[in-house]
């Protein structure tokens, strides 16, 4: 089994220990038991049970904890940690999170969207790329603003790899497709907003906008084009 170190594991397992846990939804997905519950004193709590090989690379509690403490709460939940044993000789990781409560955002208006762009600049300029944005991620905080909830598939770089460009690049893309499901009309406001409000300079801008074009060509050359 490859070295998996815990992040934060006393503070995980009292959490872990105490309060009553109620389960928010559970689903098996190539041969991994995904399971998410809530808890009565605040937290919610991601549980990854392998029932065959564990990963050797991708580990979402792994990167969506990382991917938390470099946000620390900027329009994202708070993090805890995650510790990694063995049940019944499966690999099991649990990641521990804040709650994050409010409204779930149902539907794309201008105005919206251009909350979304905002946010994501936000994380781009921390570094961070979510390649998970559907509309169900998404939540009207409690506090007011808009936040994102599910990192588990986020990638992070270094502010000044450059790297981090062609990330961009794929998360806008990934946003058009499964949020804006392609409706030119929004996607044509979002990206006015979000190049107005992006951290990079002009010629960093101008290769996010060459590496989108050659992401959504490459798409549709593997995938074809929408019916």
Request: hydrophobic share 40%.
């Amino acid at each position: 089994m490859p070295f998996m170190p815990d992040r934060n594991a006393a503070a995980v397992r009292r959490i872990l220990e105490s309060g009553d846990w109620s389960l928010l939804h559970r689903r098996q997905v190539r041969g991994v038991l995904r399971e998410a519950f809530v808890t009565s004193d605040g937290y919610v709590i991601k549980r990854y049970t392998h029932l065959g090989r564990p990963p050797l690379i991708r580990r979402p509690w792994s990167l969506e904890h990382r991917a938390l403490r470099r946000l620390q709460g900027d329009g994202a939940p708070l993090p805890v940690g995650y510790v990694v044993d063995r049940v019944d000789g499966s690999l099991r990781a649990t990641l521990v999170r804040h709650y994050l409560a409010g409204e779930p955002v149902t539907s794309l208006e201008p105005s919206t969207v251009e909350e979304i762009a905002g946010l994501l600049a936000r994380f781009h300029n921390a570094g961070v790329t979510t390649d998970d944005a559907h509309l169900q991620n998404f939540l009207h905080a409690d506090h007011g603003a808009l936040a994102f909830l599910d990192f588990g598939r986020a990638r992070i770089f270094h502010r000044y790899n450059p790297l981090l460009l062609a990330g961009v690049a794929v998360d806008l893309h990934r946003f058009y497709r499964a949020a804006l499901k392609r409706d030119d009309r929004l996607w044509s406001r979002f990206l006015e907003s979000y190049f107005r409000q992006s951290p990079f300079r002009p010629a960093g801008k101008r290769l996010i906008r060459w590496l989108l074009a050659v992401d959504m060509r490459r798409y549709g050359w593997v995938k074809g084009s929408p019916q």
